[in-house]
């Protein structure tokens, strides 16, 4: 788990519903590879950013 996507903690998470905790999950999941994939020198340009944003 990167350290910067740990700033939302567990406790936070578990007080919410469901399907909120899905889209969040589903949201720290993309996050989480979004801050290795800097870490390792990954470089998108722009349009391919938003294209991947646009997915979630």
Not at 27 to 43: A, C, N, P, Q, T
């Amino acid at each position: 788990m990167a350290p910067a996507a740990q700033a939302i903690g567990n406790q936070e998470i578990l007080k919410t519903e469901s399907s909120e905790k899905a889209a969040i999950g589903a949201l720290y999941d993309e996050l989480s590879k979004g801050i290795d994939s800097m870490k390792k020198g990954d470089v998108y340009m722009i349009d391919e950013a938003w294209e991947e944003i646009d997915k979630i």
